[in-house]
Nanobody, 125 residues
């Protein structure tokens, strides 16, 4: 089993920054495809950023809506994945989830095997 615990959410003004952390246990983050997803009220969960496993080349993918503003990274020594969020906008307001996938890479949240409890990010205008 893989356990994921997110932290770092909060309330920030538009234009501000936050860094989310996802601490993993039960498996190394380098051996799984890791992703950040978000879900706003009344909307479907959506992919924000993903990083493939080390053996898959650690490729990084971003949703168009966050390119140039968000950065996903992985610290293997701490077994933690981060999401640095800059230039935040009110439309970034959502619950952010960390997820892990074993096996073949996928961009779809439906295919991810393990999920954290989520952390709320609220961006005020």
């Amino acid at each position: 089993q893989v356990q994921l615990v997110e932290s770092g959410g909060g309330l920030v003004q538009a234009g501000g920054s936050l860094r989310l952390s996802c601490a993993a246990s039960g498996r190394t983050v380098s051996s799984a495809h890791m992703g950040w997803f978000r879900q706003a009220p009344g909307k479907e969960r959506e992919r924000v950023a993903t990083i493939t496993s080390s053996w898959s080349g650690s490729s990084i993918y971003y949703a168009d809506s966050v390119k140039g503003r968000f950065t996903i990274s992985r610290d293997n020594a701490k077994n933690t994945v981060y999401l640095q969020m800059n230039s935040l906008k009110p439309e970034d307001t959502a619950v952010y989830y960390c997820a892990a996938k074993i096996g073949a890479y996928s961009r779809s949240y439906h295919d991810y095997d393990y999920w954290g409890q989520g952390t709320q990010v609220t961006v005020s205008s």
